[in-house]
């Protein structure tokens, strides 16, 4: 599985939405400046977002977007989904019950289905709230290299 640049930028967008003032609506122009991504691409993500109510949008000089909800009621997993689709690792996974005809003699099946329960136990237990946290502790870093931990 490999999350897609549309994925990954409506995470960001995400994630910018939430370390601004819930108050205050933010318009996307400055939203792409700040992550370095088009106008019009962010303006596909953010109708997609908007459609699913995951944020609210005003128009005018004063418009922009903020999240619907608050940043803890969004999991990375939720976001993913809507702008990817399914997660599963496998195509035969997104059929419930699994309709493959070999899925009852299939070793490869528990494979996936553990890379699936962890794929799903890492997205849907990283809320934006935990991220802008996180956010917050790489700014207050003195660490000159990426670190992967949440």
């Known amino acids: 599985m490999k999350i897609s640049t549309r994925g990954r930028y ?12 819930p108050d205050q ?3 996307i122009k400055s939203i792409a400046e700040r992550q370095e ?9 953010i109708t997609v977002l ?19 909800r608050p940043a803890e009621e969004y999991t990375v997993g939720m976001i ?4 990817e689709g399914s997660l ?6 997104d059929d419930v019950p699994n309709n493959c005809p070999r899925c009852n ?8 289905k553990k890379l699936n329960d962890a794929i799903n136990g ?19 870093s003195d660490k000159n290299y990426c670190e992967y931990s949440i």
Do not use: F
């Open 37 to 45: 991504i088009s106008n019009k691409y962010l303006e596909q993500i």
């Open 10 to 21: 409506a995470l960001r967008l995400m994630l910018d939405l939430a370390l601004n003032n």
């Open 80 to 83: 993913l989904r809507l702008i």
């Open 88 to 93: 599963t690792p496998v195509a035969c996974m």
């Open 25 to 27: 609506y933010i318009t």
């Open 122 to 140: 890492v997205v849907d237990g990283i809320t934006l709230a935990d991220l802008v946290k996180q956010h917050k502790v790489k700014l207050m």
């Open 50 to 68: 908007s459609r699913a109510g995951y944020v609210k949008s005003i128009r005018g000089a004063q418009g922009g977007y903020k999240l619907s």
């Open 105 to 112: 003699n299939c070793v490869t099946l528990d494979v996936w």
